[in-house]
Structures are given as structure tokens and as C-alpha cells.
């Protein structure tokens, strides 16, 4: 069964067991108390009430219900409560409870949140298909296709069908189904909060297991759907499984600051009242105290802890404006600490979060944080995509078309839903999922038409590209960022604006090394899977990979002092004529000047002289030491050695690509240096010799329209001459 058992009450939680965290005697918001299951389990066992009653077993769940949503047709739940109380009769808890009290917590968790009629009626059939002879057919046929499609999305894959892959694949089904429905994964959430609430009579090992999947798959999702009230129960449950002594420690704190007569927090709370009573803005101020894994984090963080560490002032206003009002009021009649301002209202996070966070300093050195928000954001803050409603409704003058668009549009969820495609492997789905889910912050860049893309933190242009282009991408040769060119690993930050320079080539590859900075789960998938598609191309990669590692081990060798020895094949004296008759002209290399570069030469021991061109800084320092110029000239050959030096992004097969189309624009290597490197950017230096120096142009033409090249350009001075 689904759910499992339940722990007898206890005055808390031991270690290896959860009956929910204790909560601190902070002064807080009042709230409606626990619901009593055994209760709840004996009206059950009273059976369906008339059929025009409402059954007194849902009588909970029918008042938080209407405290949200107080025109609510109450007829379907009645319908199913019945189908759900009968379906499960006979059926015990490890507990010893009827069964039927398992889907009644779920429900009326989901219903304290604000959840729309459609998802209750969902919620208490939730088991059923599972558990029970129903079939979604029925349920469907009773309860209309909506309800049949949450109940389908929350039913658990048999294991005597896929074995292992149950799980995950079960995962998999459900977040395919979250994709055309959010509320899916509302009634799940709300599934896990009640069994972690009852967890304590499995075996421990059965324990870790599950708080483990809650903590890397479950509250993730709460987080990014927004379902604060649930994610923090979530994490206080997995976190005194998992690491009880920690969790031991933290009540431990936590009790004895509530015994203290100083309350930091409370006086914060009471200067705010007055500020705002002055200002005459209506609001509610309330103390928010943190819960268990929080003060532990800030524990860690920070150290020994004081009174202000263990909770935040919460304001709650009416309007949007009031928000800002507020912290006008704060931040000119106390102390703000500027550091700490966020402005989560002008800027909503990436799970609908809208507040003002700032923070207030008090004279003994306390900084107590504080958040301004609305009622309605409030909502929205605790109950995220719950506190939607029915989001798929259509508006009432907006009569529904047929198509379903979440209005939400979490960018995680589309992305999670496109790799997962290309993941059939329930491991590496599983995996991967776990990972994908463990980067909890998301950016937003910019693309130039105006466009957006949502990327978690960290992604670099490497996401990007396979974010904006899918498996296209493999044609990506660079990017700009904010107008300036930069690498594929170049690491995004939010509100960057991206440029993907994109190659021509429909037969581009995507290069080995992109998996070192490929930082979702799309992109990284979608290069794997042509890697191992591409055997030979693989293959190819890791051999030019290990050359290119020789070609820099040549590079960051020694090397002599002067570049401009000729060697074979180099340009005959008779190509530049000097007055000196004796003389041997010799070509520098830090400048290799060609026809028609205005030149000049200088004497060098051994009687030679060595051209530049006049340009060249090396002409300017031997003027500057005193060395005499020697008068050259071109003579009629044509022919000439000239270096050059490109600029380029890495990728397969660039070095293979550039010499070749050198050599079809007529020019011998004479010499070649590949640097090692950088930030994904690689110099190449070339000397090559032409047949003709009017052919130069065109050939550093050709080079820059090579894929990857972005800039071809003469050899400047590197040295100065001896």
C-alpha cells in the first residue's frame, strides 16, 4: 500500500523515529490545531452518512475547505469520501487504523492550504486505483476526466511489473504528468508529508530510505512549486531521520532560547507596530520563528547563535504599494542593514515568491531580518502553486480552447521534461534527476530578439545552446556575452544577455570537452548521446585531444631566442635588395613583412640585415639604442613568408580544418604553434610561405571563415632584436 503506518503519539521524536518536530513556544500566528486521526479513524468505521449528509469524517476537511473557497460544491466530495471509505473498508494501517484515515489527512492537508475542489475529490480517490478494485475508468465515469487524469498521475507503477524501475519510473510518470497539470504533483507532496508524519513504526532502514527520496526528489519539487508549508515540514521530518544527534542538538537550542526572558524578536516586532501605528499603514506584524533545519544551517553558518537568529519579523499589508511604505517606514526610523535588502516583488523568483526583504539593526549588535509582504503573496509564499486554484480554469469572459497552459511556466519543469525524454535508462534518469534537482537557485538571461531563458545557477553558454537550440546546438561555435565575445564554458549570470554564434555546417559535432561545462541535465545528455552515436568521431576526438596535448607540451618548450631563421624553402635574398653588397637580408620573424609593407632594415652582427616592417615596435627600440638603418627595397620576386596568427574557439577537428583550407589557398606551413588553452580560446601561429603576396588577403580570408576562427591577424613583435 502507499501509505504506511502510523506512530503511536508521543511526547517527541527519538532518534530513528518522526512524530513531527517539536515546535518552539516562540510566540506565532494562531493556528488550527492538529487533526486527531484516531478520531477521524472512528468516523470512519461509522461508515457512508445519508446520501444527502455530508459524513461527519470529513467535517475537517469540509470547514478548511469553505474557509478558502466558501461557494465550493461540496457534492463531489461527499462522492468521494464514499467511493474512497468503501473502496478501502477491511483495510488497516501498520497502526492499526483504518486505511480510509490515510487519503482524509491528505485531503485536509491540501484543503488548509487552499486547495480548489478538483484536487480534493482527487486526493481522496488518490489510493484507491492502487489499493483497490476501482479503476480509472470508474473513476472517471463518477468524477469527470480531470479527476481521473490526478488520480492516474499519482499511481504508483507495479513493482511485479518493472522490478526495480518502479520508482523511478514511477518519478518519471509523475512529473510527465506535473507537465500538463501541476496539481499532480500537490496531491503527491501532500502524500509524502502525511506517511513522513507517520513513519516512525517502519524498520529504520525503510526510514532512511524514504527520508532520503524525500530529501533529494520531493522537497526540491516543493521548493520549486512554491509549497513552502509543506517543504519545511518535509525537511524538518527528513532532516531528524537522517541525522537525529544534529536534529537532538537543534531542539535542543531551540528549547532553551524559548526559555529565555529576552525576546529580541518580539521587541523588533513591537517597535515595528509602533513605526507603522504612526505612519498610519494597517498592517499585521508577526513573528515568523525558523524551523529546525534553518537554525541548524544558520547554526552552522554562523556559529553560537543568538536570540535573532532563530526566527524572522514577518509584515503582512494589503497592497502592493503598502509593501514599499512599510519599508520606507523601517529604513528611516531604524537602523537598516542595506546589505541585506532584496527586492522580491519587482523580481519574483522562479517559484512565484514575492516579498521586500530587509533587516534591522539594534543597538546591542542583533540584526533581525524582516519580511514585507502582502496577504495574498503570503498565500502564495506558503501554498505556491496550491494557492492557484483550478489554474487550468478558463476566465469566465475567456471561454477554454482546448489547450492547457501552465500559467506558472516553470522553466525547471520544461527543462526536466525535455531531458527526461532522452534518458531511458531508469538509472541514469534516476540519477540524473537527483542532480538536476539538487541546483536549487534559476537565472534568466537574455536572448538579442528579446527572448528569455531560464537556466539554474551556474549554467554556462555550453546550457544555453542546448537550451535554445536542442540538439542543434552541436553547431555552436562561440557566444557573445553583453555584446563581447566569450567561451562556451563562460559561466552565465542572471541577466546577461546571450548571443549563440552558431556554424553553418549541418554536420557539426559537439565537442568532448563541452562535458566539463555543461551544467544541466539536457546538455549533457544531448552530447553523450551523440558521442556514443558517433563512435568514430569519438574516437577521433580523443586522438586530436592527446595530439593537441603534444602540440602544447612543444609549445611551452624553450625555444630560441629569435623567430626569424629561415629555413627550407625560404624567401631568396634577391626578394628584398639592400645597398650593402655584401649584405644577407634576412626576413624578421616578429614582423614578416610582405609586399607591399613599407620596410626598413638594420645591421646585425655577422654582417646581416634584417627587414621589418617600419612599423613593427621592434624598429623603434634598436632607433632608440642607436643602431644605424640600412636601406632595402622589394626586388620583382613575388614569393614571401609572412607569420600569422589566428584566434579561435576549441573545438573537433579545428586544426585539421584551418591547415586545410591554408593549404587550398596555396600557402606552405613552414612552421606551426598551437598554445595551450584557454578558457576554452586557442592561438595558433603560422609562417607560412606564399607564392605570392597579393594572395595574402584572401588567405587570411579564407582562415577566418573556418568554423570556430574569429580572428586572423599579422604576427606582432614578440621579442626585441639582438
Known amino acids: 500500500m502507499s501509505a504506511e503506518a502510523t506512530n503511536p503519539v508521543t ?136 479527476v481521473r487524469f490526478l488520480v492516474d498521475g499519482v499511481t504508483k507503477l507495479e513493482k511485479v511489473d518493472y522490478g526495480a524501475a518502479a520508482e523511478p519510473e514511477t518519478f518519471r510518470k509523475m512529473l510527465v504528468a506535473t507537465g500538463n497539470d501541476v496539481r499532480v504533483m500537490s496531491i503527491k507532496l501532500a502524500d509524502r508529508l502525511h506517511n513522513m508524519r507517520t513513519l516512525g513504526v517502519m524498520r529504520p532502514e525503510k526510514q532512511e530510505r524514504i527520508a532520503k527520496v524525500t530529501r533529494d526528489v520531493l522537497i526540491p519539487l516543493a521548493e520549486r512549486l512554491g509549497v513552502q508549508a509543506l517543504k519545511t515540514e518535509l525537511e524538518d521530518l527528513a532532516f531528524a531521520i537522517l541525522h537525529p544527534e544534529e536534529y537532538t542538538g537543534t531542539q535542543e ?75 520606507g517606514e523601517l529604513h528611516t526610523c531604524m537602523t537598516p542593514v542595506v546589505s541585506e535588502f532584496k527586492d522580491f516583488i519587482a523580481v ?8 521586500l526583504h530587509t533587516a ?89 530578439d528579446g527572448g528569455t531563458l531560464g537556466l539554474p545557477d551556474g549554467a ?36 546577461d544577455t546571450v548571443q549563440l554564434l552558431m556554424g553553418q555546417d549541418p554536420a557539426s559535432e559537439p565537442s568532448r570537452e563541452w562535458l566539463e561545462h555543461a551544467h544541466t541535465p539536457a546538455a549533457r545528455i544531448a552530447i553523450q548521446r551523440w558521442l556514443t552515436a558517433h563512435p568514430a568521431q569519438a574516437e577521433a576526438q580523443r586522438t586530436e585531444t592527446r595530439e593537441g596535448r603534444r602540440i602544447e607540451e612543444r609549445a611551452e618548450a624553450p625555444r630560441p631566442a629569435t623567430a626569424d631563421v629561415p629555413g627550407p624553402g625560404g624567401p631568396a635574398p634577391g ?18 613583412p610582405v609586399p607591399p609593407d613599407e620596410i626598413t632594415g638594420f645591421a646585425v652582427r655577422g ?14 627600440r634598436m632607433k632608440d639604442a642607436g643602431r644605424a638603418e640600412a636601406a632595402v627595397r622589394w626586388g620583382e620576386a613575388t614569393d614571401c613568408r609572412v607569420t600569422l596568427v589566428a584566434e579561435s574557439f576549441v573545438r573537433p577537428h579545428l586544426l585539421a580544418d584551418l591547415t586545410e583550407a591554408m593549404a587550398l589557398e596555396g600557402a606552405e606551413i613552414v612552421s606551426a604553434t598551437v598554445e595551450p588553452p584557454t578558457q576554452q580560446q586557442v592561438r595558433h601561429t603560422y609562417t607560412v610561405q606564399l607564392p605570392d603576396a597579393a594572395h595574402l588577403p584572401a588567405l587570411m580570408r579564407a582562415m577566418r571563415n573556418v568554423a570556430g576562427v574569429y580572428d586572423v591577424g599579422r604576427a606582432q613583435p614578440q621579442m626585441q632584436e639582438s
Not at 470512519?44 to 469553505?66: C, K, M, N, Q, T
Not at 519574483?348 to 516579498?355: A, D, E, G, I, V
Not at 480552447?401 to 522553466?411: A, F, S
Not at 626578394?575 to 614578416?592: E, F, H, I, P, Y
Request: proline fraction near 7%; charged fraction near 25%.
Open 607 to 620: 654582417g646581416t640585415v634584417t627587414v621589418h616592417r617600419v612599423k613593427c615596435a621592434a624598429v623603434a
Open 360 to 448: 534591522v539593526a539594534r543597538e546591542d549588535g542583533q540584526v533581525v531580518e524582516v519580511l514585507i509582504r502582502t496577504h495574498q503573496m503570503h498565500k502564495v509564499a506558503e501554498a505556491g502553486v496550491v494557492a492557484l486554484g483550478n489554474p487550468y480554469a478558463p476566465a469566465p469572459d475567456d471561454p477554454a480552447d482546448g489547450e492547457r497552459i501552465d500559467p506558472t511556466r516553470p522553466g525547471w519543469l520544461s527543462r526536466l521534461l525535455d531531458w527526461q525524454e532522452a534518458a531511458p535508462d531508469p538509472d541514469h534518469f534516476w540519477s540524473t534527476l537527483r542532480e538536476d534537482l539538487a541546483q536549487d537557485r534559476e537565472i534568466t538571461v537574455f536572448r538579442p
Open 575 to 592: 626578394n628584398v635588395l639592400t645597398d650593402r653588397s655584401d649584405a644577407t637580408v634576412r626576413l624578421a620573424g616578429c614582423c614578416t
Open 253 to 327: 537550542l531551540i528549547v532553551r532560547n524559548a526559555a529565555r526572558t529576552d525576546d529580541p524578536l518580539a521587541e523588533v516586532a513591537d517597535e515595528v507596530r509602533g513605526v507603522l501605528r504612526e505612519a498610519d499603514i494597517p498592517a499585521e506584524v508577526l513573528i515568523r520563528p525558523r524551523h529546525f533545519l534553518s537554525v541548524h544551517r544558520v547554526s552552522r553558518k554562523r556559529g553560537r547563535l543568538r536570540g535573532s537568529d532563530f526566527g524572522r519579523v514577518l509584515v503582512l499589508v494589503n497592497e502592493d504599494a503598502d509593501c514599499y511604505g512599510v519599508l
Open 11 to 146: 511526547p517527541g521524536p527519538m532518534p530513528g523515529t518522526v512524530s513531527g518536530p517539536v515546535t518552539p513556544t516562540v510566540p506565532r500566528r494562531k493556528a488550527r490545531p492538529r487533526i486527531d486521526l484516531r478520531r477521524l479513524g472512528r468516523a470512519a468505521l461509522l461508515g457512508p452518512a445519508a446520501r444527502d449528509r455530508l459524513p461527519d469524517a470529513i467535517s475537517h476537511v469540509v470547514e478548511a475547505h469553505r474557509a478558502h473557497h466558501p461557494d465550493a460544491d461540496l457534492e463531489p466530495l461527499r462522492r468521494a469520501y464514499v467511493l474512497a471509505e468503501s473502496s478501502h473498508r477491511g483495510q488497516m494501517r501498520k497502526s492499526g487504523e483504518p486505511y480510509i484515515t490515510h487519503p482524509l489527512a491528505v485531503t485536509l492537508i491540501l484543503a488548509e492550504l487552499g486547495a480548489e475542489t478538483t484536487t480534493l475529490t482527487a486526493s481522496l480517490l488518490h489510493d484507491t486505483v492502487e489499493d483497490t478494485d476501482v479503476t480509472l475508468d470508474q473513476v472517471g465515469e463518477q468524477f469527470g476526466e480531470e
Open 460 to 495: 554556462t553558454c555550453v546550457d544555453a545552446a542546448y537550451a535554445q537550440y536542442g540538439e542543434d546546438a552541436h553547431a555552436c561555435i562561440g557566444a557573445r556575452v553583453n555584446g563581447r565575445l566569450a567561451t562556451l564554458s563562460t559561466v552565465l549570470k542572471d541577466g
Open 348 to 355: 519574483p523568483k522562479f517559484n512565484l515568491y514575492q516579498s
